[in-house]
Structures are given as structure tokens and as C-alpha cells.
């Protein structure tokens, strides 16, 4: 997560000062410009991470299915969460091309293994347990690939910046650990795609809406707690043993529609009181729910520039997408699972606007 690489170049903070001074100095803005890209450079794969064939030339996979975007793209750009967090150092508007790729795959596998979901054709009916193995796998793999920068950036930090070693050694200590998991959740979609599962996951929710809302959502989220306040998953218990379980979700913008789901992995009954709450919410209310976790949880959302330009400056909105540097932040004599409980609390939803609702809805490009 950017959050947590921001907070080692010191814009964890995202203080003013900070800001208005990385955006005059060019120095330094090249600078960390220069030394995100190494680690980019360093962390480069020389074989396929799914077929383990080596690579010809590069290819850039999409996190989210680049149809998708082009639903809610204008001139072929989408903004970025960052035109909420406006960091200095990263992009908010974003071509179409560019936006939340990796590069763990060639290109034939590419074209392959996510044919089923990243084909708009297929989003008539719910999606098959195909689509939904393909989607995890993908989330995974976006997951590694980040878990792998972040884990060199902490090293490089540590030689180049002075990043003391203790540091370093507990960040990546946590790194390792969630890169694992992310590993055994991928070769379980990898498996489940090889035998054609079809009880791998489980969709707990789906709902097709007859309009195109502004944004446009990937992600397996690590909810930390439910409707009613239970833990969902205590993100500080350190045993290698706990599982941290995570929970899919989708906003995919058609063409005149938008297909909005959540799933999980089978048997997986962490998240059963979860979705039986949410599902016992009006629709607008999971809408709003839905919102709420996409904005508090994740970097990985993609907004239309059609998007009424209100929502950019809506407090609410801005102090929950920079949850996660907050949760860095916490102060070390308060229990931080309470803190975190507190912070992602899901009754903050009513006060967030609702931008899956129809009042949000945009008109789909000419293309
Ligand atoms: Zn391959």
C-alpha cells in the first residue's frame, strides 16, 4: 500500500508543509521519483510467475479488467484515489493503460487465465465460479507483486535513507508473512481453475444496477470488523498461524449498467455474520455500506471525471481514504485493535455520500 511506503519517504503525514514543499522542490519530488523507480526495476520478474516460462517482452496486467475503465474513462483517463489523498509524488489522472497494473505475467497467460470475467459478455447473468477463481486469482497476484516492492523498498530505505533496521525488520517481518498467505490463496484459485472447480467460492452477494455509477472497484479487502463491531480479523495478532481472511469485491461499470458483487472462499466462516447483515440492509444502505469499506480499505478505486466534483472535496470521504496512515500513526498506548475497530467502524457509512446510488450516476462514453 502506498500508504505505507509514503510513510517511509516522510509523507505519512501528508502535512501541509510537506506537501507544498515536495510540489515546489523538483529535486526532491525526481529524487523519490528516481528511487520508486529502481525499486519497480528491482523487483522485476525474469519468469512468469504463472507458467514459469521467461519473459519476451513486458507485460502490463490490469487489476481491474480495462473494459471496465473504458466505461467510465474520458479521453481515455480515469482519476485516481489521489484526488482525494493529493500526494505530490503519485498521479491522479491516469490513462486508461496505466492504472493499477502489474507485471508478475507474460502475455500469453495474460490473455488467457482472465479471459472469462475480463469479457464484458459474460456479465448478463452472475458470474460463474469460473469468473469468480479468475478474479481471485488476480487479486492475489496483484497482492504479491505489491507485498514484493514493498518488501525491497524497506530494504533499499534501510541502505539508502537510513531507515533504522529495526524498522525495516518489522515491516518486512509482516510483509513475509502476508506475502505467504497471498501465495496459498493464489495457488488455491490457480487449483481451483486447473480442476474447473465449481463450489470454490461463494458469491454473498450480487446486484445489477440499470445505471453507470462513477467509479470503478477490484480488491480483496481484510475487513476488520462487522456490522455489529465483532472482529472479523484482528490484523495485529502476529502468530504465524492466524489467517488473515479476506472478502472480494466488485464494482464493475458496463455499458448501461453496473455489476456489483462480493464473494468469498467457500467454507470461509469468518465472513458469514458479516454478509448475513449486509444482506438484511436495504439496497441503498449496502450501497452506501459498500462505499464506505471501498474508500476506507483500499488505494485500488478508479473514478470517472464525470464524477460530480463535489465529492473531491467532501471531508468525510478524504479522512477515510487516508485511513490506513492513520492506523501507522496510532499511538502505541492505546490498544490498536481498538483503535482500528474504531476507525473502520461501519456505522460511519451515513455519513459518507452515496456514490453508488443512481443520484451518483454517470452517462456512459461515446466510444
Ligand atoms: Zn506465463
Do not use: W
Not at 500526494?87 to 479471459?115: A, E, H, M, Q
Not at 497471498?182 to 486447473?194: D, G, T, V
Not at 461499470?253 to 472462499?265: D, G, R, S, Y
Request: with cysteine.
Amino acid at each position: 500500500m502506498f500508504d505505507n511506503y509514503a510513510s517511509v519517504l516522510g509523507l505519512g503525514n501528508f502535512s501541509p508543509i510537506y506537501k507544498s514543499r515536495l510540489r515546489e522542490d523538483v529535486k526532491l519530488k525526481k529524487k523519490i521519483g528516481k528511487f520508486l523507480k529502481e525499486i519497480r526495476q528491482e523487483t522485476k520478474q525474469e519468469i512468469c510467475y504463472y507458467c514459469g516460462n521467461e519473459f519476451t517482452s513486458l507485460c502490463n496486467s490490469h487489476s481491474i479488467p480495462a473494459f471496465v475503465l473504458r466505461n467510465i474513462a474520458e479521453n481515455g483517463e480515469v482519476l485516481t484515489l489521489n484526488a482525494f489523498i493529493d500526494n505530490p509524488i503519485l498521479k491522479t489522472d491516469k490513462g486508461v493503460n496505466n492504472s493499477g497494473t502489474f507485471n508478475l505475467i507474460c502475455r500469453n497467460c495474460d490473455s488467457k487465465i482472465f479471459s472469462e470475467y475480463e469479457n464484458p459478455e459474460n456479465y448478463i447473468d452472475p458470474p460463474t465460479q469460473k469468473m469468480l477463481a479468475q478474479i481471485a486469482l488476480k487479486n492475489n497476484l496483484l497482492a504479491i507483486s505489491k507485498r514484493m516492492f514493498e518488501i525491497n523498498l524497506y530494504e533499499k530505505a534501510e541502505k539508502e535513507l537510513a531507515l533504522p533496521s529495526e524498522f525495516r525488520q518489522l515491516k518486512n517481518d509482516i510483509n513475509a508473512m502476508d506475502l505467504n498467505e497471498y501465495i496459498e490463496n493464489y495457488k488455491k484459485a490457480k487449483k481451483s481453475l486447473e480442476k474447473n472447480s465449481t463450489s470454490d467460492y461463494y458469491l454473498c452477494y450480487y446486484e445489477k444496477l440499470n445505471y453507470v455509477v462513477p467509479i470503478a472497484f477490484q480488491g480483496a479487502i481484510a475487513l476488520i470488523s462487522d456490522f455489529e463491531g465483532n472482529i472479523i480479523n484482528n490484523i495485529y495478532n502476529m502468530s504465524p498461524k492466524y489467517k488473515i481472511k479476506y472478502i472480494n469485491i466488485c464494482v464493475f461499470p458496463l455499458k448501461n449498467e453496473t455489476a456489483i458483487f462480493m464473494f468469498i472462499e467457500n467454507g470461509d466462516n469468518r465472513y458469514r455474520k458479516f454478509y448475513r447483515q449486509f444482506n438484511k440492509l436495504d439496497k441503498d444502505d449496502k450501497l452506501q455500506a459498500l462505499t464506505y469499506i471501498i474508500f476506507s480499505y483500499s488505494e485500488e478505486v478508479y473514478f470517472s471525471k464525470q464524477i460530480q466534483s463535489d465529492i473531491f472535496s467532501n471531508e468525510k470521504l478524504k479522512k477515510i481514504s487516508r485511513n490506513t496512515s492513520e492506523i501507522l500513526s496510532t499511538n502505541p498506548f492505546v490498544k490498536p485493535l481498538l483503535v482500528a475497530t474504531d476507525t473502520y467502524d461501519l456505522s460511519g457509512r451515513k455519513f459518507v455520500p452515496n456514490i453508488l446510488s443512481k443520484k451518483y450516476k454517470i452517462h456512459t462514453t461515446k466510444e
